[in-house]
Each structure stands twice: as structure tokens, then as C-alpha cells.
């Protein structure tokens, strides 16, 4: 049994965010990246589960990719406040096919996690690093 009750806990505590975007799968992954690198976040890791799970296991999975953002300076903040929280680094930028030419862009804050997990402290230097990411986060979603 979760300690917590999943259902309880609003999506905004948790930093989900969402967009749908009219456009094929590979145009909709250049898309995201380029408007990560836009707002200030790097991609230094991106990969296909999708393709690796269909090559592997003969998945038949529709196309399903991730984007691994970072923003270096907020990182190492982060790490000043928090060595746990690497273990949900990077940032991620999940697009995922909803149908051929409509796609599903998914993100939650790993900094609002973190704090909800008790990984990370929370205290007005933590909130500074929620507030910011936020700021960029809610800049992508804009730009998207």
C-alpha cells in the first residue's frame, strides 16, 4: 500500500504539465528540443523507448521519446540543496504519438518532487529553485 493516496494529490503540486501538438512525431521531438535550448535548457540526454523496446522485445510500440533537460546553473543549485536529488535528474520532455500527426508532450517538476518526497528541503532556498524552474517550465509551454 502507498503511504499517500495518489488520487489526493493535485497535479499542481507536482509540477504536470501538458500540450498537444498538431504535427508528425519527429517534427514534434525537434520541436520540444529546440524550444528547450529557447528558454535555457540544454538536452544533454534523449532517447527512444519506444524504439529500443520494439527492437528488443518486438513491442509494437507508437513512437514515444524523451528529452532529458538540464539547465546547468539551476542543477548545481540544486545539488548545493540537495545530493538526492540527481536521482531524478534530468528534467524530462516525454512526446509520445497520440494518434499519426497529433502528439503529447508531458512534463512534471523533479524539483517539486523531490520536495514532496522529502529529497530536497523544504525551505525558501528550495522554493527560490521550485519558483525558477517553474518560470522556465510555464516559458516552454508558452513557446510550445
Not at 38 to 62: H, I, M, Q, T, Y
Given at each position: ?122 525551505d525558501q532556498d528550495w522554493q527560490m529553485i521550485v519558483d525558477e524552474t517553474g518560470e522556465m ?8
Open positions: 500500500m502507498l503511504p499517500i493516496d495518489p488520487e489526493e494529490i493535485d497535479p499542481e503540486d507536482f509540477g504536470e504539465e501538458t500540450a498537444t501538438l498538431e504535427m508528425e512525431h519527429r517534427e514534434a521531438v525537434e520541436h520540444v528540443r529546440e524550444t528547450c535550448e529557447e528558454v535555457g535548457f540544454g538536452v544533454p540526454v534523449e532517447f527512444s523507448p519506444s524504439e529500443l523496446l520494439n527492437e528488443k522485445v518486438d513491442a509494437d510500440r507508437s513512437p514515444y521519446y524523451v528529452l532529458g533537460a538540464c539547465n546547468p546553473r539551476m542543477a548545481d543549485r540544486a545539488l548545493d540543496s540537495s545530493l538526492k536529488i540527481g536521482g531524478l535528474f534530468p528534467c524530462n520532455m516525454v512526446v509520445w504519438q497520440l494518434e499519426p500527426g497529433l502528439q503529447k508532450v508531458y512534463h512534471v517538476s523533479i524539483m517539486r518532487i523531490a520536495r514532496l518526497l522529502g529529497m530536497a528541503p523544504d517550465v510555464d516559458e516552454f509551454f508558452r513557446k510550445l
